[in-house]
């Protein structure tokens, strides 16, 4: 539930009105699809894919694949604090799209995706549609987000800045 996939699908069913050749692919399982298949199907919503569990391996094509990859997190409880599916949409150069509650999206978008707020069907909507409508705007936005995990988010950058603290902090016990 604090996925927000309903949240995601309500703004497709609206692209869907709009664009025809579109398709949204929900990766993962949970305790929603249930709920949210028969929201689909009562909604007469058409192009959704649910794939299950995918292989780590087999996730590359998916994100080659997607025009854009939305986060729609909602705070459940708690927000989201680090999403990987962020890091690894922006590897493989997508455009992002992810709500406010997603913490990482605060560090990791800037200019190659949006920021909407969570429960906001509309801000997904406008925000998907801007990036999927503008061919232009969508390949500055996925050279940008592998500028940004190129830059700034390599394993070996958070290694090295956790070794950093980590000195820091044995050096004030000494």
């Known amino acids: 539930k604090r996925k927000g996939v309903i949240y995601l699908i309500k703004a497709y069913k609206q692209l869907r009105c709009e664009l025809d050749d579109i398709e949204l692919i929900i ?3 949970g305790d929603e699809e249930k709920s949210l298949k028969e929201y689909i199907k009562q909604n007469n919503i058409c192009d959704v894919t649910f ?3 995918i292989d780590n391996q087999d996730l590359k094509e998916y994100y080659r694949d997607a025009n854009v990859v939305v ?6 409880g708690m927000g989201d604090p680090w999403v990987f599916v962020l890091n690894e949409a922006m590897y493989y150069s997508t455009p992002v799209v992810a709500t406010d509650v997603v913490g990482a999206a605060y560090d990791m978008i800037d200019n190659n ?3 909407v707020k969570q429960r906001n069907s509309k801000e997904l ?3 998907i549609y801007k990036i999927i409508t503008d061919n232009n ?4 936005m996925s050279k940008r987000s592998k500028e940004i995990i190129n830059t700034k988010f390599q394993y070996t950058n958070m ?3 956790f070794k950093c603290a980590v000195d820091k902090v ?3 016990i000494d």
């Open 27 to 29: 990766i993962g399982e």
């Open 51 to 53: 794939t299950g569990k």
């Open 71 to 76: 986060i729609p997190s909602i705070d459940e």
């Open 113 to 115: 995706g949006y920021i």
């Open 125 to 127: 909507h406008d925000a």
């Open 137 to 140: 705007l969508e390949e500055a």
């Open 159 to 161: 290694t090295d800045a």
């Open 170 to 172: 044995i050096k004030k």
